[in-house]
């Protein structure tokens, strides 16, 4: 079993930046390669992949609406994947979700992601 843990969400006016966390835990985890993705999920909208990192973290995704502002980066050490968020936009508000998929290479579909944690709130104000 892996547990995904999101934090570093909050209100912040558009323009400011934001560094969310997903710390993982779990045996499992420490055995096994996982790539991590950041989802985000507006209100009144459907869940959409924002990032993407690979095990080694050589291999990166990101939405377009987000390139060049996003950097999703990991600490193997920590077991923890980081999205800094900079040049935040109000239509960048939502819950933001990391998940957890087994494998080296990078995996972009929700159907394939195995763990999730419970999100964090991201609000931008205009």
């Known amino acids: 079993q892996v547990q995904l843990v999101e934090s570093g969400g909050g209100l912040v006016q558009a323009g400011g930046s934001l560094r969310l966390s997903c710390a993982a835990s779990?045996?499992?985890?420490?055995?096994?390669?996982?790539?991590i993705d950041w989802f985000r999920q507006a209100p009144g909208k459907e869940r959409e992949l924002v990032a993407g990192?690979?095990?080694?973290?050589?291999?990166?995704y990101y939405v377009a609406s987000v390139k060049g502002r996003f950097t999703i980066s990991r600490d193997k050490a920590k077991n923890t994947v980081y999205l800094q968020m900079n040049s935040l936009k109000p239509e960048d508000t939502g819950v933001y979700y990391c998940?957890?998929?087994?494998?080296?290479?990078?995996?972009?579909?929700?159907?394939?992601?195995?763990?999730w944690g419970k999100g964090t709130l991201v609000t931008v104000s205009s």
């Open positions: 998940a957890a998929a087994g494998g080296t290479g990078l995996v972009l579909t929700t159907d394939r992601m195995t763990y």
């Open positions: 779990g045996r499992t985890f420490s055995y096994y390669a996982y790539a």
């Open positions: 990192i690979n095990w080694s973290g050589s291999s990166t």
